[in-house]
């Protein structure tokens, strides 16, 4: 009698052991799937990579007046023009000729760059049809040609900037930038002046405060400062220290020659002592690159070598520079040159790429934060 007990017992263990094998399955209590179709090779993450240095530039304008004062007031200003001067010249050939319409001059100057030339001519600076300057210039070449008060009147003044080829049948051509004229004269006026800004300050601009002194003022109206048409001061004041925060978007800068206006209304006038410009902007990048080596298993080869199965690159990135820079991605053969965006970023791989062996590299010349950089294996849902 106790033995069938037993057979019975034993029986019965049995068939509920078998029957919660068989509920077990239907209720995913052995679950093997995810290990079977994902796999991560590469999991880090990186603090700051990339050292940055701010440089900065210094635009000085020096001492002025504004308004109803003596002061060095800009004639005329061409960024581009083109001398020249040959046998087949109408009229003398090309240029630059203009007036100034004095009130009591004293001294003046011509400046301009050269860009080019053909031939082998003389440059000429005449006023009133006085010569005062004739050389043949090089290329880079920036004469300054001192205007004597002897040369100047009240009144109309002509000047002539023109080319002299040295020979009959000969011709030259000058091309020249930034023609610039100023006259030390009392008269009511605004002052004018160019600057240049460089594409890579703009690429990386940190800031550009706009600094002046105001000495002595008599205002009945307001002192404006306007750059590339847009006015980014305008204030009646005496005595004090300015400073004006000055941006691409407010003054509307570019790469080049921009231009910039200290203006009041009669019969105000502002004496200005100090006024310069720093340009601020990352000026050195330190580059740091990422790059290892790391093998993979069989198992995990087995899982990027099956068809249903996908390999990607993945990482979170946070560009810390004022500009986006490329980042080059080599895994292997693969390469790749990205723009990537601020947070997560994905890459999926072609078949093939990943391999026992590998080598990864990420290089960017930029100072950047990266999080979460993963390399894995992923089985199609």
Do not use: C, W
């Not at 679950?31 to 999991?43: A, P, W």
Request: no cysteine; glycine share 6%.
């Amino acid at each position: 009698m106790e033995e069938k007990f037993g057979v019975v017992v034993a029986m019965g263990l049995a068939i509920f052991g078998l029957a919660f094998v068989a509920n077990s399955a239907d209720l995913d209590f052995i679950d093997t799937s995810e290990q079977d179709t994902e796999s991560v090779f590469i999991d880090k993450s990186y603090d700051k990579i990339g050292e940055s240095n701010p440089d900065d530039r210094v635009i000085e304008f020096g001492d002025f007046p504004v308004g109803e004062a003596r002061g060095n007031i800009r004639a005329y200003r061409n960024d581009r023009a083109s001398i020249s001067d040959s046998l087949f010249s109408l009229f003398g050939g090309e240029k630059i000729v203009f007036r100034y319409n004095a009130t009591q001059p004293e001294t003046g100057n011509v400046s301009f760059e050269v860009l080019g030339r053909e031939g082998k001519g003389d440059v000429y600076v005449e006023v009133n049809d006085r010569r005062l300057y004739s050389e043949p210039l090089i290329a880079t070449g920036s004469p300054r040609i001192e205007v004597p008060q002897t040369a100047l009147k009240p009144g109309i003044n002509r000047f002539e900037i023109g080319v002299e080829r040295n020979s009959f049948f000969g011709s030259t051509e000058y091309a020249l930038e930034e023609v610039e004229t100023r006259v030390n004269d009392r008269k009511f006026h605004d002052y004018e002046d160019n600057f240049q800004v460089y594409s890579y300050e703009l690429q990386d601009y940190v800031e550009s405060p706009l600094t002046f002194t105001i000495t002595k003022s008599l205002k009945a109206s307001p002192l404006e400062i306007i750059i590339n048409d847009q006015t980014v001061y305008s204030k009646d004041q005496v005595r004090s220290q300015n400073e004006v925060e000055i941006t691409p978007r407010n003054a509307n800068l570019t790469p080049g020659s921009n231009e910039i206006t200290f203006s009041t209304d009669k019969p105000s006038r502002y004496d200005i002592e100090n006024a310069q410009m720093t340009i601020r902007y990352i000026g050195n990048v330190e580059r740091q690159n990422i790059e290892f080596d790391f093998p993979i298993n069989n198992n995990q080869l087995d899982l990027v070598n099956n068809d249903d199965t996908t390999e990607y690159i993945s990482f979170e990135y946070q560009n810390l520079l004022p500009s986006p820079r490329p980042v080059d991605i080599k895994l292997n053969d693969y390469q790749e040159t990205l723009n990537p965006r601020n947070g997560e970023n994905s890459i999926e791989l072609e078949e093939g790429v990943i391999q026992q062996e590998n080598s990864f590299s990420f290089r960017s010349n930029g100072t950047y934060q990266l999080d979460k950089l993963r390399i894995y294996t992923e089985g199609e849902e």
